[in-house]
């Protein structure tokens, strides 16, 4: 990822190879991966648990992206925030 | 107005007015110096953190409507009606980027809508003004359905009475709703929001352990349920899959993903976070309300176990397979239980129906009110107009239930979710380039909605005897372009908003190419390279909600 301006500021489209791991929870598109009713578990069909199942792949990628990208490119100060500092609301 | 379910109505009724209540003190809650500017009304300041945002986001996506149509659609359809997992899937991976850029460059230039954007990119208030017009038009019947979720609730209760009386409870929650959204804002969604999703955890998590083990556990379940798909004529349902609607659900799945952040009110929720890392959060936590409805949507397969048969609504003499749910949990559970579960739902339509209509309220006032009516609006006349206008938004919702068969309103939702998709190239891909010329993305929106809105109209509906707007799945078959059929003979469903949308950017594409070969002046771009990546805590910020 190209490192910002002088006075912090970024112009421009950035990217960070990591997004791309954005495109793999795409992959619950393609139905007939997963289109059978077999295996089942806990009596749910592949269909229904496979689809279960990426819903946590999707949490993964994000957050690996969001894990990763955090701290660039914008803000001077790293992003710090505890949880009970999450909700006071005022803008500095 | 017989066999009315006292103990569930006084629950109902006791939970509704601790919101009701929470719903006014909202206006002092974190309160800036005014409530008369649009920053504040509209976005709550543009100051909430990540729990709040994810409360209000979660409250917002996942509407009473969803909660109880999709289990419905689940009970009458099958597999097909899953499509809402994968799309709340695939919908925060493909929006985080977009939405980091339209929070920045909003909070540097003070856009409060995606039609106030595109009037800063391209300087072409009619390109703002067809994007304002598809928003306020595809959010209406949303907030319609909002109270058709609260009609299912309503109607289990016992409250199923024919003509305008029996609609009188739902219009006392409106007026309810409506004034004091008058009165706070979008505080008031974001503070009621809490409570409805706490109810909603409870209730899930309850029902989907619960009901399984009664009902002699999930493979009982899809068992029974693939038995009644095997009963019916139609080769539509069943457990799985066909060969035939497999394009149809991806491509239902992709195309409401994409369009729903396209929404005026999803935007309005993340325009109103405090800043990047807030959103970044949110899209990470917010696939917790997808696992709920998913397992919601299971739900309709338990009814289909346990038996249930949807209500017949009283004002239209059809059986209302919108009640699925709420029956289920009217015969399952014990009354007050069934009781705190009807009030998640109903407070449930109140948060989205509460964001749409200040998100419609603040397109009519950005967007044409100031735009074409009193361009010298001050902050605290645009803030005055939003209200009144997030007044007549609701009204205009409860008109639609009230004197129109429901159902109208279900398709008029289908196809606000076709005319939304068709503001990506000039909202979305905007955010990125401005390769589009103004009149490119002009002639590509009215390519769009037109084709969408045609071929929508031409889609029947077998099972209900409908001859028009009988779905979103067109027969590759059908697909007609002047007349010519390139796919003829294929029996493959696709979602009509997809092909629109394909159309849309063809058309955008070549009218673009041919602009900038005649050299059309492409507006002014107001927007710097750099206001697409500001954050909270850069040092030349906007200040909130100064006049």
């Known amino acids: 990822m190209a490192s910002g301006k002088a006075d912090g500021k970024v112009r421009g489209f950035q990217f960070s190879p990591w997004n791309l791991l954005l495109i793999i929870p795409l992959l619950v598109l393609i139905t007939s991966l997963f289109n059978t009713d077999g295996p089942r578990l806990f009596g749910m069909p592949f269909f229904y648990w496979f689809q279960f199942v990426f819903v946590a792949v999707g949490v993964l990628c994000t957050g690996i992206v969001y894990a990763m990208t955090r701290d660039k490119p914008t803000s001077d100060r790293p992003d710090r925030l505890s949880v009970d500092e999450l909700d006071e609301g005022d803008v500095k | 107005m017989t066999n009315i379910q006292w103990p569930e109505l006084i629950i109902f009724a006791v939970l509704f007015a601790v919101v009701t209540v929470l719903g006014f003190v909202a206006s002092r809650w974190k309160a800036g110096n005014t409530l008369d500017h649009l920053d504040e009304w509209g976005l709550g300041g543009r100051k909430f953190g990540s729990w709040i945002t994810w409360f209000l986001l979660g409250g917002d996506l996942y509407t009473a409507y969803t909660f109880v149509a999709v289990p419905a659609l689940m009970f009458s359809a099958g597999a097909m009606g899953l499509f809402a997992l994968p799309y709340t899937i695939i919908v925060y991976p493909i929006v985080l980027m977009p939405a980091l850029r339209m929070w920045s460059v909003s909070r540097v230039r003070g856009y409060v809508t995606p039609a106030d954007f595109v009037r800063g990119r391209f300087g072409s ?81 309850v029902a989907i352990i619960y009901l399984p083990s009664k009902l002699g556990g999930w493979s009982a379940i899809f068992d029974s349920a693939q038995a009644k798909f095997d009963k019916t004529p139609s080769p539509s349902d069943g457990i799985l899959l066909n060969a035939n609607n497999q394009l149809q659900y991806a491509t239902l799945a992709l195309g409401s993903a994409l369009a729903l952040f396209l929404y005026p009110h999803s935007l309005t929720s993340v325009l109103a976070s405090r800043g990047r890392s807030v959103i970044k959060r949110n899209m990470v936590a917010l696939p917790a309300y997808s696992l709920v409805l998913g397992l919601l949507a299971l739900l309709g397969y338990v009814a289909i176990s346990a038996s249930v048969k949807p209500i017949t609504n009283n004002a239209t003499g059809k059986p209302d397979t919108n009640t699925v749910v709420p029956v289920l949990f009217d015969s399952q559970f014990s009354a007050w239980f069934a009781g705190i579960a009807f009030a998640a739902i109903g407070i449930g339509a109140l948060v989205p129906a509460a964001i749409m209509s200040i998100a419609a309220a603040n397109l009519w006032t950005r967007n044409i009110y100031k735009e074409y009516i009193k361009k010298n609006a001050t902050p605290g ?26 159902q109208f309103s279900i398709d008029l939702q289908l196809i606000g979710g076709v005319l939304i998709l068709q503001t990506l190239p000039a909202v979305a891909i905007s955010l990125y380039t401005r390769w589009f010329h103004r009149w490119g993305l002009i002639a590509g929106w009215v390519v769009g909605i037109g084709w969408g809105l045609i071929m929508l109209y031409n889609i029947p509906n077998a099972a209900t005897g409908k001859a028009h707007f009988g779905g979103s799945a067109l027969a590759l078959d059908k697909l007609s372009i002047f007349g010519w059929h390139p796919l003829s003979g294929s029996q493959l469903q696709i979602y009509v908003g997809f092909v629109a949308l394909v159309a849309n950017l063809l058309v955008a594409v070549i009218f673009t190419v041919v602009a900038r070969q005649m050299k059309v002046f492409n507006g002014t771009d107001d927007t710097e390279p750099e206001d697409y990546h500001a954050d909270e805590h850069d040092k030349d910020l906007r200040e909130i909600g100064v006049h």
């Open chain 2, 125 to 205: 208030p009619t390109l703002a003004l067809l994007i304002a017009i598809t928003g306020i038009i595809a959010t209406m019947p949303y907030i319609a359905l909002q109270l058709v979720g609260l009609e299912a609730v309503l109607r289990t209760m016992g409250i199923n009475g024919s003509g305008i009386v029996g609609h009188l409870p739902l219009l006392v929650a409106f007026i309810i709703l409506a004034v004091y959204t008058y009165q706070s804002g979008l505080r008031a969604p974001a503070l009621i929001a809490f409570v409805k999703d706490i109810l909603i955890y409870l209730v899930i998590i």
């Open chain 2, 381 to 406: 006349q645009e803030a005055k107009q939003a209200k009144l206008a997030s007044l007549i938004v609701k009204f205009g919702a409860v008109a639609f239930i009230l004197f129109i068969d429901p």
